[in-house]
């Protein structure tokens, strides 16, 4: 007999009445997991000279594979080779029917060769199937990447995360953590039992946001350097405009001289020569006037107008434009192009006054009947500092010799001397020595040892007249000035000294009147103190009736800086009226839709122009 090959476990000898009870077990049509199975035996003739009676097999092998046939048969093939065959062996196949299955003949000597057993559970085979969704699952991160087994909400197999991030199944990391040194399978970032975390969710789904993060870095990329760009080219016009203040004040200068040297010789000349060129002078201001450019709509109640040369920026007082944020606050309008900027809240009721340091840092001191005096900053535009008084404030300006100290003019006739080295409260108090009425303007007067009026101090506006408190070196003595009536505005001009009151009709007077006034000081008494006064050097005459508290304007003009203009709202005409300061003649008349609040002259690109301000519209002129 042929020997069997000893590696095949399955190799046993059975005797024929198994065998026979065997085959037809493996051929019938019974249910098994696999419904299409085929059947493969094998024999081997065991002598080459064995006659046709001993063609008989000597080894019979039996195995089954799977195949794709939807049909439930079972193929049975019997494969039987003789080595003494010269065409190296004759194979004979036999098909049956599961349903009429066929048990081959008992042949003594026979060896039977299984690779199945007795029980239908081993006919279970692994499905690649099975295995090609694992492989997706994991792909997916849907299951541990240790056991390659879905993760669970619950249980000992409950979705869990290290510190870096990855995601196993509980048991699975803490039995890794315990065996392999402490690293995450993943990063081999080291870790901890201690690490261990449960994730508490009933699914896991990631979207995939590569693109939109690096979109959004690219975007904060272009914002910084847009700001970065923005905050060059503010820096830059910045150093432009300082650079055409600077060549405007030298000019302002030579001019100055010029104008000395042209009265000193003026003087020399005699009184014929003075009045030629006084005539001259007239003439040439009578060819040239205002003349109308452009106009910037406003939302109403507008009040204050004031230009800031530093920055180049116009500033009108307004409500806010936004009613979920109600207050009042400062409409910023560029000197360059006349184009509104932006809106800047400040005070929560109205404005009463405005005016600017001078300074670079642009700093605006505002007044108002919130009992509040406020210092904010046109280039951040926030309030920088607060300041709080007993009675509403109705003036303010700041100290032209030491921008330290600043004034707050009250409802009840008293001046409050603040200090911005400290906060906390008000360093003096003025207190008025006539019936108590509110302060309507307040302008402060330098030293200027050679002028007429040496001294420096605060002039003021009052419903009452006007006074001046003189600035020693350790107190402030007021000194009334004959003014008579309701003054309604009060300008300084630095260069001439000269100071434009404005009044309201009384019984006494009945239009509204503008007195250019020169203020002097003389020593008198022992002590040396001074005495402060001024006398009225023209008075100009406007319409029969004035309700609301307009403002006035002192400038010198644009054509010729030894002439000083008067520019004033009337209301009777509904106009603004240009007188000149010298003859007191009326230049020109500007027509407006409604009653002129405020006027301001500017400068900008070595051009000269004059704003003037209604209660929902600003207006532009140029001098030409």
Not at 26 to 37: C, D, E, I, K, M
Not at 84 to 113: F, I, K, L, S
Not at 128 to 140: A, C, F, I, Y
Not at 359 to 371: E, P, Q
């Amino acid at each position: 007999m042929a020997q069997v090959s000893e590696d095949d476990p399955m190799d046993v000898d059975e005797p024929a009445s198994a065998r026979d009870t065997m085959m037809p077990r493996l051929t019938a049509g019974q249910s098994s997991p696999v419904q299409n199975r085929r059947t493969v035996i094998h024999s081997t003739s065991s002598q080459a000279t064995a006659g046709p009676a001993q063609d008989s097999p000597d080894v019979i092998a039996v195995e089954e594979t799977d195949e794709e046939d939807s049909t439930s048969e079972a193929s049975v093939e019997l494969q039987s080779s003789n080595p003494g065959d010269t065409t190296g062996g004759a194979q004979h196949t036999e098909r049956q029917d599961t349903a009429a299955p066929a048990t081959p003949a008992p042949q003594p000597g026979v060896r039977g060769v299984s690779s199945l057993s007795n029980s239908p559970a081993e006919f279970k085979t692994a499905s690649p199937r099975k295995l090609t969704s694992k492989v997706d699952s994991d792909e997916d991160s849907d299951c541990c990447s240790i056991c390659f087994e879905s993760w669970t909400n619950s249980g000992n197999h409950r979705l869990a995360a290290l510190k870096c991030g990855h995601l196993f199944g509980q048991s699975c990391i803490e039995k890794w953590l315990k065996g392999q040194g402490g690293k995450c399978p993943q990063c081999n970032a080291k870790a901890k039992k201690g690490d261990v975390r449960v994730i508490y969710a009933k699914t896991v789904k990631m979207v995939d946001t590569t693109e939109r993060d690096h979109a959004v870095r690219e975007l904060e990329r272009e914002k910084q350097l847009r700001r970065k760009a923005e905050l060059e080219a503010a820096q830059t016009r910045l150093q432009y405009e300082m650079a055409l203040q600077e060549c405007n004040r030298i000019r302002e200068q030579l001019d100055r001289e010029r104008q000395r040297q042209t009265q000193a010789l003026s003087s020399a000349s005699g009184p014929s020569s003075s009045q030629s060129s006084c005539s001259q002078a007239s003439s040439s201001q009578q060819r040239r006037h205002y003349k109308f450019d452009s106009s910037i709509p406003l939302k109403g109640e507008s009040r204050l107008l004031c230009y800031d040369p530093q920055h180049g920026t116009l500033v009108v007082s307004q409500p806010s434009p936004n009613q979920l944020f109600p207050g009042f606050g400062v409409k910023k309008i560029s000197a360059i192009d006349l184009r509104s900027m932006q809106y800047v809240s400040v005070h929560s009721k109205a404005i009463r006054d405005i005016c600017f340091s001078g300074r670079v840092d642009g700093l605006m001191l505002t007044a108002s009947i919130d009992k509040t005096l406020k210092i904010t900053s046109l280039m951040s535009n926030t309030v920088v500092q607060t300041y709080h008084t007993p009675f509403p404030v109705w003036a303010c300006c700041w100290n032209q010799e030491d921008n330290n100290y600043l004034y707050a003019g009250l409802q009840n006739g008293s001046v409050l001397v603040f200090d911005q080295r400290d906060t906390s409260k008000h360093v003096e108090e003025l207190a008025p020595a006539r019936a108590r009425c509110p302060i309507v303007a307040m302008s402060y007067v330098p030293r200027e040892p050679s002028s007429s009026l040496r001294c420096g101090g605060l002039l003021l506006g009052t419903l009452q007249g006007g006074c001046f408190w003189e600035k020693t070196s350790t107190e402030y003595r007021p000194h009334p000035l004959p003014m008579e009536g309701s003054c309604t505005s009060l300008k300084f001009e630095h260069t001439t000294r000269h100071c434009l009151a404005s009044f309201r009709p009384d019984k006494n007077h009945n239009s509204t009147r503008h007195l250019l006034c020169e203020l002097e000081s003389r020593l008198t008494g022992e002590d040396g103190r001074n005495h402060c006064s001024c006398h009225v050097m023209q008075t100009f005459y406007g319409g029969s009736t004035q309700k609301l508290l307009t403002r006035s304007a002192l400038f010198p003009s644009p054509g010729d800086p030894r002439q000083i203009l008067v520019c004033a709202g009337d209301e009777a005409s509904t106009s603004a009226q240009i007188w000149s300061a010298g003859t007191g003649a009326l230049l020109q008349k500007l027509p407006m839709d409604s009653p002129v609040l405020d006027v301001c002259p500017f400068s900008m690109n070595h051009k000269d122009q004059l704003a003037v301000l209604t209660d929902k519209l600003l207006r532009i002129y140029s001098w030409t």
